[in-house]
């Protein structure tokens, strides 16, 4: 036994405890995997989304003269930034998404965001393109109004009626698509990821879109220039009308040949017009999705800055903005055209409302402005065509001289009506702004005063006036008196010399009765005094101002 060690034994460890703890290490390795992968794809989503919103966060370099509530202003969006970014990435994480699948829905959501664009300006295009066609087919619905026009103005004036003419076929087609449009709201409300309505976004990011937004000059001019699709329209239309027209007048042709000819140019200028008109339409509105695209005012962050239609305390605690997410994720043009069925179903029952409001909405500043500016200027250019292609016989050369001054009008009405689109409502909005701030009150005051001045200046001119009229009359008034007063002691002493004179002319001659006589001119002056004393007082007759 000397030679048998003392040590402790060790254990027998059987084969089925092997497999345990195996089994219990690789299930420790697989959750510390998950975490990790986790924490790694949160981190990777936080990167990118910093990076994504970065363009909507306030620079922290600051003029000199900054104060600190403008410093301090800074610090909290950013800081607001920041926690849309922490919260969203933690929640992406939470459920699964990794750096790739939201790079895939982001392009998704453009990809789908650019579908939806093509189909609602498709469908927006068409009743201007209907308005084109039915004035082809039915040209007294514009003649028939504009024929009363100029009766009402007087005027039977070639370059009138077709000024009547313009303003009236302009009019018919912009209030139809404004009306239309006001219809189609509904179906198109909240319809892209990438843009979403201001109620839906938080605050942080409604300042920072605002910040984004160009001057009122500067989207009056895009405006404008994305209307020029419609130009690029009219080049098509007018330079196949112009073939078409020199086709129609060749010499020698057969007059059911030329009769034929014309109505082809005639159907195929409307038929331009209005498919063109749709693609116009179509065209303008990539252009403004691109251009909003670059300025950032298009952008998945907007899908990331949605807030839960009810308010939630804490942004972890959001989820609606989530359910877009998922959406972007997994919508399909197929389901998408099936939803948008539905828009177009729901569109549909509230028709009457919606055509209603497109209706009330005719009054507006930017309607007034966009429709009425579109409207005058084709007038104008109706009026212009008119005048200039009188006196040219050459059929060719008359549809080359009008088509011309057409393209170049259009131009201009179109970016007029594009301008006014733009800015329209927001120069109207600034201005009533300006008057409800009171702005108005200076020179309101300054009118006042000025008024104020020129009533007190009348006065006191009347007041010197009058004043000096009553000087004149009581001068005028002693003076007379003054006279009459000379007069009657002139009077008296006249006759106190007269009876003395007949008094020693009596006790010289001794014959004359001299009471007589003195009674005799006493009665005649007594008269006299009589007389003036009936007369009116000169003041009765003056009306004192």
């Known amino acids: 036994m000397d030679g048998v060690s003392r040590g402790t034994p060790t254990p ?56 600190a509530e ?96 313009g303003l009236v076929g302009a009019l018919e087609a912009v209030v139809t698509d404004q009306i239309s449009t006001a219809a189609q709201n509904e179906m198109n409300k909240d319809l892209l990821f990438l843009k979403a309505p201001e109620d839906k976004l938080h605050d942080v990011m409604v300042d920072a879109l605002k910040d984004k937004e160009p001057t009122l000059l500067r989207q009056a001019g895009d405006g404008a220039a994305e209307m020029q699709t419609f130009t690029a329209r009219n080049v098509l239309r007018n330079g196949l009308d112009t073939h078409l027209s020199s086709k129609a007048n060749q010499p020698g042709l057969r007059p059911e040949a030329q009769a034929t000819a014309t109505t082809n140019a005639a159907n195929s200028r409307t038929a331009i017009t209005s498919a063109g008109g749709v693609l116009a339409t179509m065209a303008t509105s990539h252009l403004a999705r691109m251009r909003e695209e670059k300025s950032g005012l298009r952008d998945a962050a907007q899908i990331f800055a949605r807030k839960d239609a009810e308010p939630k305390e804490n942004l972890a605690d959001e989820r609606d903005w989530y359910e877009t997410y998922k959406a972007a994720k997994d919508t399909s043009f197929r389901t998408m055209a099936g939803h948008a069925a539905s828009r177009v179903g729901n569109a549909t029952i509230g028709t009457l409302s919606s ?91 300054a009118a006042r005063q000025a008024m104020e001045s020129t009533r007190n200046g009348a006065n006191h001119a009347i007041e010197a006036t009058r004043n000096g009229v009553n000087h004149a009359i009581e001068a005028t008034r002693n003076g007379a008196n003054q006279a009459m007063e000379s007069a009657r002691n002139g009077i008296d002493s006249a006759l106190a010399t007269g009876r003395q004179t007949l008094n020693t002319a009596s006790s010289m001659v001794g014959g004359i009765d001299t009471d007589a006589i003195t009674r005799q001119l006493m009665g005649q002056v007594n008269e006299l005094r009589q007389r003036q004393r009936q007369q009116p007082n000169e003041e009765d007759g003056i009306e004192m101002v």
């Open 355 to 445: 055509t209603l409001e497109g209706v009330r909405s005719l009054g507006t500043a930017r309607s007034v402005l966009a429709n009425g500016g579109f409207a005058a200027t084709f007038s104008g250019v109706s009026a212009i065509q008119q005048a200039a292609t009188a006196s040219i016989s050459n059929p060719l050369v008359k549809a080359g001289v009008s088509n011309a001054i057409n393209l170049v009008g259009s131009a201009a009405a179109f970016g007029v009506y594009g301008a006014m689109n733009a800015v329209g409502q927001k120069v109207a909005d600034k201005a009533s702004e300006w008057y409800d701030k009171d702005n108005h009150a200076a020179p309101k005051a």
């Open 12 to 67: 027998v460890v059987s084969h089925t405890q092997v497999e345990n703890d195996t089994r219990t290490e690789g299930r420790r390795a697989t959750e510390i995997t998950a975490a990790q992968r986790r924490e790694h794809n949160q981190r990777e989503i936080h990167e990118h989304l910093d990076t994504m919103f970065q363009k909507y966060r306030k620079p922290t370099t600051l003029p000199p003269d900054a104060s």
């Open 70 to 165: 403008d410093h301090a202003k800074v610090a909290e969006h950013n800081r607001k930034i920041d926690a849309l970014v922490s919260s969203r990435a933690e929640l992406l994480a939470s459920e699964g998404e990794d750096l790739d699948s939201v790079r895939r829905t982001w392009d998704n959501a453009h990809s789908l965001d650019k579908k939806s664009t093509s189909g609602s300006s498709f469908v927006a295009g068409l009743p201007f393109a209907l308005v084109a066609g039915a004035q082809h087919l039915y040209p007294s619905m514009v003649e028939v109004p504009a024929k009363m026009l100029t009766t009402l103005a007087g005027t039977t004036s070639p370059v009138a009626e077709a000024a009547a003419q």
